[in-house]
Every structure is written in C-alpha cells, then in structure tokens.
C-alpha cells in the first residue's frame, strides 16, 4: 500500500520561513516524480513545485519561485520543500504528491499516481 505522509506544517508569521516534509513507503521512489500541490480555502489546488525521480530537475510555480526550494533523498524515501520569506497568501494546506511523469506534467496536475493527505501551513500577518 503506498503512502504518502506530510509532515512540518503549523503557525508561522509573514517572513518566517518552514519545511515540509514527505515520507514515502510502498513505491520505488526513485521511479517517481515528486511534486507539492496547495489548496487554500475557497479555491482550486494548484501547483507549487516539482522535481524529477533522480532529483536533477525542478519546477516552481510563478508565486513561489525564488522563495521555495524543493528537495529530495533517495535513500530515505522523502521529498521536502522549504519555505521562505512566507506570505499570508501562501496559507493552505500542502499535498504532497507522486506520478511517474516528468516535471513538466506534474506541473499541469497530470499523471498523478499518488497523493498524501496534506499538512496545514498557516502564515498570519
């Protein structure tokens, strides 16, 4: 059974910065792309990054580029993304998510295998 499980979300203030982290079981992790989805309230999930299953590419949404980076170890089976410089309108709940697909598909919210259930990240003003 494949999970994903999020963890490092929580209360920060704008400015602040967090890491996230995903643990992955159940799958040959490094065949997969990784990719961070959020959901804020009343509106759609959208993209945030991706990088590739050996981990030598990434994508960034637009809004987060520059301020987020993406990472992960094949050796221990997780993907993290960390956060900087931390808006209130980057509050939402993240999702970690999996597909054996390139960044660039991922991106577009395609061929994705696999989704965690999320960690809630608040930023208050």
């Known amino acids: 059974q494949v999970q994903l499980i999020e963890s490092g979300g929580g209360l920060v203030q704008t400015g602040g910065s967090l890491r996230l982290s995903c643990a992955a079981s159940?799958?040959?992790?490094?065949?997969?792309?990784m990719a961070w989805f959020r959901q804020a309230p009343e509106k759609e999930r959208e993209f945030v990054a991706a990088?590739?299953?050996?981990?030598?590419?990434?994508r960034y949404a637009d809004s987060v580029r520059d301020r987020f980076f993406i990472s992960r170890d094949n050796d221990e089976n997780t993907v993290h993304l960390q956060m900087n410089s931390l808006k209130p309108e980057d509050t939402a709940v993240y999702y970690c998510?999996?597909?054996?697909?390139?960044?660039?598909?991922?991106?577009?919210?395609?061929?994705?295998?696999?989704w965690g259930k999320g960690t809630l990240v608040t930023v208050s003003s």
């Open positions: 998510a999996a597909g054996r697909s390139s960044t660039w598909t991922m991106m577009r919210g395609e061929h994705i295998n696999y």
């Open positions: 990088i590739s299953s050996g981990g030598s590419g990434s």
């Open positions: 159940g799958l040959s992790f490094g065949s997969y792309g």
